[in-house]
């Protein structure tokens, strides 16, 4: 035994290892909080089967127009890392108050489809065509039930992006994101420059030590400052606009969507904002069977430096 042992190695015993398999978990975790960001939840039943048609012929190919170099955006995408799942919930913000140029000047956001910095400011659509009913069979196990309300959220991912700085750096939840080069204005971007922001960084726990921005404004002036996001969300309430008789039935009375926290930094501004996905009775896109739920940006507080 001892020879084989030299020619051939130490036997190697067949033997779980609970790391592996956690590692595999988080995988399928966040491929699965991934696909729930991009699409949102899924209708009560599942997703209706569509009838089969014929394949379209090949045409020939088309290039692409190109858009905005991810090199030369706001801030690089940063993978994210783990995922969970998290309880999502309604709260208005505090009464708007002014923003000064004087360093800091705090200002709250009431959380009305108004708001300047919204996207979308399309209403919340509570009448016309409903959300389509999936199989019942499926519908019963799911244990389909009214969600709770006030909703809560117990985790939270979070994403920065930086515009109009010389240098930006955002520090949180033991992660640096950020460069050390000029960033564009978010004028260049247009108007719709906060259109499909998520966090891409998460599940982070409720809640952590304040984000840590150190950033130079585009007249050269440093500036430092940490945003408490533990202290603003302490209620652990999710902004959005979805008003409770319209929010769908959820397995359990659950909604396990991740919510994400977003700060901007923008000059000498820094935004905070939130961004969950909130099923709907009704379809928010007539016409579009997966417009199933709301992603409202929301504006929640307001820095000027």
């Keep these: 035994m001892d020879k084989h042992r030299k020619l051939h190695g130490p036997g190697v015993m067949n033997v779980q ?4 398999d956690a590692q595999l978990l988080r995988d399928v975790a966040i491929i699965n909080t991934q696909t729930k960001e991009a699409l949102g939840a899924l209708p009560p039943g599942g997703l209706p089967i569509l009838p089969k048609r014929r394949p379209l012929p090949l045409l020939p190919e088309t290039p692409m127009p190109t858009g905005r170099d991810d090199e030369e955006s706001a801030m690089p995408k940063i993978p994210m890392q783990v995922a969970a799942v998290a309880s999502l919930a309604l709260a208005a913000c505090a009464t708007p108050g002014a923003a000064t140029p004087t360093a800091p000047q705090l200002q709250e956001n009431t959380a009305v489809s108004s708001v300047r910095f919204t996207y979308p400011e399309t209403p919340v659509l509570t009448s016309g065509e409903l959300v389509p009913e999936g199989d019942p069979a499926i519908s019963a196990k799911m244990n389909y039930k009214p969600v709770e309300w006030p909703l809560r959220f117990e985790k939270h991912s979070f994403e920065p992006r930086c515009y109009d700085t010389l240098e930006c750096q955002v520090v949180y939840a033991g992660f640096s994101f950020g460069r050390d080069k000029p960033t564009k204005s978010s004028a260049s971007y247009g108007d719709d420059y906060l259109k499909g922001w998520n966090g891409s960084y998460g599940a982070i726990p409720n809640f952590v030590a304040p984000a840590k921005v150190t950033w130079r404004s585009k007249d050269g002036t440093l500036h430092e400052a940490e945003i408490d996001i533990g202290a603003i969300f302490k209620d652990e309430l999710v902004r959005h606009f979805v008003p409770r008789e319209e929010a769908a039935d959820l397995p359990d009375g659950k909604n396990e969507s991740v919510p994400s926290i977003l700060l901007e930094v923008n000059d000498r501004t820094i935004r905070l904002y939130m961004k969950a996905s909130i099923p709907t009775k009704h379809l928010q896109d007539p016409g579009n ?13 307001t820095y000027t430096y």
Excluded at 17 to 20: E, G, L, Q
Excluded at 289 to 301: A, E, G, M, N
């Design 17 to 20: 290892d609970p790391f592996h």
């Design 289 to 301: 069977r997966y417009s199933t739920s709301r992603r409202d940006l929301v504006l929640v507080r």
